[in-house]
């Protein structure tokens, strides 16, 4: 009984700490988010997807033009957008997280709403992008949804604040692929579904240039402590819904169609030990410094695994009920 109250307060002291770390980006911050508004284009569903009660006659053709469109689109994009369109609906999971870790009363829940109200958009967006140009059997997909919400993200952080910016600056990075890349993929049948992506990732990427910003800031101020966190965080990061088995299977078809996998995700960690400095960090406790020489490490396990994968990846077919069940082959 002792121990666990000495060990809550240690903890307790430990967060404080970091909080108060936090508490000397705020100047930063302020001008990191100005920046980030100055440069913003603010782009709403309804610019791509005008849905009034008052429309013309171009813009109800155009619907119909799209249905016609989108019947081109072949499954596997399908698939990667379901993927995209569940990630982007996990958002209450992430601002509820930021909100605990940052806490909800400081400026760092300026940011928060203002980078949950961007983000809305994006489940928006592709929610009536999918309705409009009928891309699935939809129920299956608002079930999904329904089971990916339902089930929760409660991430094994130990509450610590500085792993909020290491998995959004690498989780904002990831997106921006996915997206990006999805776009190319549709954009010969689907240009519109190619631009929404193009905006998405574009807000992604905005997002991601802050995240790392903060976290090379945490690293400039107390760099021990957040070599201690990242180690925890880079090797591996997990979508919350990843163990539906629905989610595994997607996230095998879109790695197959090269829309994004460990590869990418190691090109991302290699960008993000560059950007933050990590191999140049000197003058470290022995802890911190096992820390780093794991981080930097990590490529070259994430260049390992990318190769077993590839290895073992043999002819395999897909289906999901969101299309019908339709068969996806892979040779
Ligand atoms: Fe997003
Ligand atoms: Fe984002």
Do not use: C
Request: aromatic residues 12%.
């Amino acid at each position: 009984m002792e121990i666990i109250i000495k060990e809550s307060n240690s903890a307790k002291s430990f967060f404080a700490q970091k909080t108060e770390v936090l508490k000397h980006l705020e100047e930063k911050v302020k001008l990191w988010m100005k920046d980030h508004i100055d440069k913003r284009k603010l782009w709403f569903s309804s610019d791509f997807l005008p849905a009034d009660e008052k429309m013309n006659d171009d813009q109800e053709k155009n619907i119909k033009k799209l249905r016609d469109r989108a019947r081109g689109l072949k499954d596997e994009v399908r698939v990667a957008v379901a993927l995209n369109l569940l990630t982007e609906e996990g958002l209450p999971h992430f601002h509820r997280i930021i909100a605990q870790y940052l806490g909800d009363k400081s400026f760092w829940s300026k940011w928060n709403n203002m980078w949950t109200a961007e983000e809305d958009r994006h489940g928006a967006i592709l929610r009536d992008y999918v309705r409009d140009a009928r891309l699935f059997s939809f129920r299956e997909v608002e079930l999904m949804q329904f089971h990916y919400l339902e089930s929760g993200f409660n991430p094994d952080w130990d509450k610590d604040p500085y792993k909020v910016f290491v998995y959004t600056t690498l989780q904002e990075r990831a997106t921006q692929f996915s997206h990006k890349n999805t776009g190319k993929l549709a954009g010969e049948n689907e240009p519109l579904l190619n631009g929404i992506l193009n905006n998405i990732a574009a807000d992604e990427a905005k997002h991601f240039t802050f995240y790392r910003n903060v976290f090379k800031e945490i690293i400039n101020l107390d760099p021990e402590n957040a070599l201690l966190s990242a180690v925890d965080i880079m090797p591996a990061i997990d979508m919350p819904g990843f163990s539906m088995p629905n989610f595994r299977d997607m996230a095998d078809v879109i790695r197959r169609v090269g829309i994004y996998g460990p590869r990418d995700y190691k090109k991302i960690v290699e960008e993000a030990i560059k950007f933050w400095e990590i191999e140049m960090l000197t003058g470290l406790n022995a802890m911190a410094e096992k820390a780093r020489e794991k981080i930097l490490a990590i490529p070259k396990r994430l260049e390992k695994a990318a190769e077993y994968i590839e290895k073992r990846t043999e002819s395999k077919t897909f289906s999901f009920d969101f299309i019908y069940n339709r068969i996806l082959v892979f040779e």
